[in-house]
Structures are given as structure tokens and as C-alpha cells.
């Protein structure tokens, strides 16, 4: 983080890339946490910590947290809202600062020990909380591609991204690459 200032917080911008990358597993392309060992490459990739269960009942709580993200991406701000608060009265979300590994002070609202689907759920409500704040949510988008109802989290400088992480951004560029030696051929 060498002089380049954040939109959010480094936890929020963590949280949101992951509470997208969460959705996006039962998105485009079919189910993408399949099984526990799924599970632990997302837990790995997008840097979780604290209690993991490598269970059945683990796997299917965090897949059920699915659908109910995703309506965040398609809802008005005061049905956000409400899932936002549901979501921190219903884990009983406490926020406290707290310093772990190598990260900085950031918050977390329960324990580290409560199960990974209410972590994530309570992060992904933190954060959407700070970009209901900050008058964001604009920030949230659904993929630009033809047919693609991936969701995405623009954090660019200037709102410029378009497209979700799997691979939508290069097929438009090679559709529009195509269509522009097309129409120098003919
Ligand atoms: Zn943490
Ligand atoms: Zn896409």
C-alpha cells in the first residue's frame, strides 16, 4: 500500500472482492464450489483466517449465502439496507478493532472462532454498509457481457470496470477485436 490511497479500507475492499468472488461461484460458469477442497482454495485465495471446518454442513452454509448476496447487487438502496442490518442483527455483529497475520487494524464484528458463513456474511455487511455510507453502492454492477449476470465490484479510480473476473473483459476485447478486422475486410 506504498502511496497509493484506497477508495475504502483495505478490509472492505477485501471483503467486497470476496463477498463478489463468493457470488460468482454459482454464477456463469455452474457450480464452482463443488466440494471442500473448493471450499479451502477460496478460503486460501482470498486470504480468510480463523475457523474453517473442511465440512459438508461449512460448504453448504457458505453456499447458501449466495442467493442472499446476490440480491444486493440487484436491490434499491433501502432493501440493501435492510439486508445489511438483518444480516448484523442476526449474527449479532459487534465491531471491534482487531490486528492478526500481517494485517494491519481492521474490524471484525464477531469472533474469529464463530463459523466461516457468518464471517463472511458480517464482512460482506460491514462492507456494503460502508459503501451505503459513502453513497457507493453504484459501485456494485452486474457483468456487462452478453449473457453474463456475473457480479461485479468496480473499485477503479474512475468506475471504469465493466466486466466480472472470468474472462469477460478478454472476450470483449477479442469479440471487438474481431468485429474490427470484419469491418476492415469488407
Ligand atoms: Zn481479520
Ligand atoms: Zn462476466
Known amino acids: 500500500m506504498t502511496g497509493v490511497k484506497l477508495l475504502f479500507a483495505h478490509d472492505t475492499e477485501c471483503s467486497l ?21 473448493a471450499l479451502d482454495a477460496f478460503f ?3 486470504s480468510y483466517s480463523g475457523r474453517h471446518e473442511h465440512t459438508d454442513a461449512e460448504l ?4 447458501e449465502l449466495r442467493p442472499q448476496l446476490r440480491r444486493i447487487w440487484y ?3 433501502p432493501e440493501i439496507v435492510a439486508v445489511v442490518n438483518g444480516l448484523l442483527l442476526e449474527h449479532k455483529a459487534l465491531p471491534q478493532l482487531i490486528e492478526h497475520d500481517d494485517e494491519p487494524y481492521h474490524l471484525h464484528a464477531v469472533p474469529r472462532d464463530a463459523p466461516l458463513a457468518t464471517r463472511i456474511a458480517v464482512e460482506a455487511a ?5 459503501l451505503v455510507r459513502t453513497g457507493e453502492l453504484s459501485r456494485l ?13 468496480d473499485l477503479s479510480r474512475n468506475r471504469s470496470r465493466r466486466f466480472c473476473e472470468a474472462g ?5 476485447a477479442v469479440t471487438a477485436y474481431r468485429a474490427r478486422r470484419a469491418a476492415g475486410q469488407s
Not at 463477498?19 to 456463469?28: H, P, S
Not at 460491514?126 to 460502508?130: E, G, L, Y
Not at 454492477?141 to 465490484?153: G, L, M, Q, S
Not at 469477460?168 to 470483449?172: D, F, H, L, P
Open 17 to 37: 472482492i470476496a463477498a463478489a468472488a463468493l457470488v460468482n461461484t454459482a454464477g456463469r460458469d455452474g457450480e464452482l464450489l463443488p466440494d471442500i477442497a
Open 141 to 153: 454492477r452486474i457483468c456487462e457481457y452478453p449473457d453474463c449476470d456475473n457480479v461485479v465490484v
Open 75 to 77: 436491490a434499491e438502496p
Open 126 to 130: 460491514m462492507a456494503m454498509a460502508d
Open 60 to 63: 453448504h452454509a457458505v453456499r
Open 168 to 172: 469477460c473483459g478478454n472476450r470483449a
Open 44 to 46: 486460501v485465495r482470498y
